[in-house]
């Protein structure tokens, strides 16, 4: 959700099923700050998707 804290200017989506790595400069103006409150749950998703169960112990 798009709030003047995180600095987004429209809400924004994660689809982990298209992962991949970006340069860094290709996104530099684009960026917002991820808010803790969605933190756990993104790192949670990703564990899962790049198959680390370990995370769940």
Do not use: P
Not at 32 to 53: A, H, N, P, R
């Amino acid at each position: 959700m798009a709030t003047s804290q995180n600095g987004l200017s429209g809400d924004r989506h994660i689809n982990l099923s298209q992962m991949r790595a970006v340069d860094a400069r290709r996104i530099k103006n684009r960026q917002g700050i991820l808010e803790d409150t969605y933190w756990e749950e993104i790192e949670k998703s990703v564990c899962v998707e790049l198959g680390f169960k370990a995370a769940f112990k």
